[in-house]
């Protein structure tokens, strides 16, 4: 039992290019989400999707895309990165309002 | 405009004592209240919960208490053992429509010194 499945684990990437971060979970929840976590400042929401066919922006959203390809997986593409998306990235699960379960990260630098 | 504050970036305490860990929120809209814990290099677990309709939460060593009019939590973590080092988060909850959106403090990274 896996929980959250997030690849790659790391990844750096120069200024302009783009890269999707897979999220996969097992545990048939409805609802998933992308923080990100910078120093100083906990993690923030960027997307999330409360169930199957929907998706939301969150706090931080800007030069960010999402996909919620099935129920089990929520992939981040980042289309032109920047510089200001390094980051450590968490993908995270949950069901009827139950804490949320969350992969253990992509760390990602663009340089 | 920070909504979940963690005034303290680190805490340190004897193995044994009791370990205390603040948090303070603006928007009166939360209604649910969670700790996580983070290790390096794994995703945050989570640790407790606190509905605003309670005061208090009781997991074995792990104590959450609310003040609704203070706008303010704390954990408590009596006795303090080494494996509690590490970054602890407070969290805020806004539901919508099943999911969970979580507003998180900056962390305090706790040290149990033996």
């Known amino acids: 039992n896996a929980g959250v499945t997030q690849t790659p684990k790391f990844q750096v990437l120069k200024t302009g290019q783009s890269m999707t971060l897979q999220c996969a979970q097992d545990?048939?929840?409805?609802?998933m989400y992308w923080y990100r976590q910078d120093p100083g400042m906990g993690l923030r929401l960027i997307y999330y999707?409360?169930?199957?066919?929907?998706?939301d922006k969150g706090e931080v959203p800007n030069g960010y895309n999402v996909s919620r390809l099935n129920k089990r997986e929520f992939s981040l593409r980042l289309e032109s990165a920047a510089p200001s998306q390094t980051s450590v990235y968490f993908c995270?699960?949950?069901?009827?309002?139950?804490?949320?379960?969350f992969g253990n990260g992509t760390r990602l630098t663009v340089t | 405009d920070q909504q979940v504050k963690q005034n303290s970036p680190s805490l340190s305490v004897q193995e044994g004592r009791i370990s205390i860990l603040n948090c303070d929120y603006t928007?009166?809209?939360?209604?649910?209240f969670l700790w996580y814990k983070k290790y390096p290099a794994e995703g945050p677990t989570f640790l407790i919960s606190?509905?605003?309709?309670?005061d208090k939460n009781e997991d074995g060593r792990f104590t959450v208490f609310l003040n609704k009019s203070a706008k303010h939590l704390s954990l408590h973590i009596v006795p303090s053992q080494p494996g509690d080092s590490a970054v602890y988060f407070c969290?805020?909850?806004?539901?919508?429509?099943?999911?969970?959106?979580?507003?998180f403090g900056q962390g305090t990274r706790l040290t149990i010194n033996p």
């Open positions: 928007n009166s809209m939360f209604d649910y």
């Open positions: 969290a805020a909850s806004a539901r919508v429509r099943g999911a969970q959106k979580l507003v």
């Open positions: 999707s409360a169930s199957e066919g929907t998706t």
């Open positions: 545990m048939n929840h409805n609802s």
């Open positions: 995270a699960s949950s069901e009827n309002y139950s804490p949320l379960h």
């Open positions: 606190i509905s605003s309709i309670k």
